[in-house]
């Protein structure tokens, strides 16, 4: 069983809508991360979380540490946020990465 | 601001040569490096990281070796290289152990 699972794996969505991905992990950890990696490779960090909530733009992260689940949500979705996302967990010195949600927003 | 550089972005390497992948971080000091390998189709797997010149930590047994002979800059070797080593191989920085981690554009990797 994997440390970090991610649903779901894959998403389509229509332009403008909302759109949640979950990430859900087993371990103890001190921070999580949102990665975003585009078709072309390149990955950029969203988000980084110890607790409670965290906006930026039209994107929302939010972690629950009793229930050792996190959410990204995507408001008024975009084709330009077509992207895998990645939830990656650190605990102490390791990290645990999801296998990610490929996202397609359809225009 | 701080900007992380990685070449070269693609090399094809025959099996059995040697490997050498470079980072270079600039506008930050003492940073927390990393080197990460995405094959195809999987996920994100931490192979070293290095919390200071010559502070290198190995995450999962293999192939490859990494170094950090200066501040700023991170690399990641091999002596031979196997097929499996082909991947999209990936620098990162951040700011202490669990701040945001800043990503280098990436070196695509094709052993042959």
């Known amino acids: 069983k994997n440390e970090v699972e991610q649903s779901p794996q894959n998403l389509t969505a229509q332009e403008g809508e909302f759109i949640t991905i979950n990430c859900s992990y087993s371990?103890?950890?001190?921070?999580l991360h949102w990665l975003q990696q585009h078709p072309g490779g390149g990955i950029v960090s969203l988000f980084m979380?110890?607790?409670g909530k965290k906006k930026h733009g039209r994107l929302i992260a939010t972690i629950n540490i009793q229930e050792k689940h996190s959410s990204l949500h995507i408001t008024a979705s975009h084709p330009r946020d077509s992207a895998v996302y990645i939830c990656?967990?650190?605990?102490?010195?390791?990290?645990?990465f999801g296998t990610g949600t490929s996202l397609t927003v359809i225009p | 601001s701080q900007t992380i550089h990685q070449w070269p972005a693609t090399l094809v390497q025959p099996v059995g040569s040697p490997l050498s992948l470079e980072c270079t971080v600039e506008g930050t000091s003492n940073p927390n490096l990393y080197w990460y390998r995405q094959a195809a189709g999987r996920g994100l797997q931490l192979l070293f990281y290095?919390?200071?010149?010559?502070?290198i930590s190995s995450e999962v047994p293999q192939n490859l070796s990494a170094s950090r002979p200066q501040d700023r800059q991170f690399i990641l070797s091999s002596k031979k290289l196997l097929l499996s080593d082909s991947g999209f191989y990936l620098c990162a920085w951040s700011r202490g152990s669990i701040g945001t981690q800043y990503f280098g554009p990436g070196t695509r990797l094709l052993v042959l």
């Open positions: 290095s919390v200071g010149i010559g502070q």
């Open positions: 990656a967990v650190i605990t102490g010195n390791q990290f645990y």
């Open positions: 979380l110890s607790s």
């Open positions: 371990v103890g950890i001190s921070a």
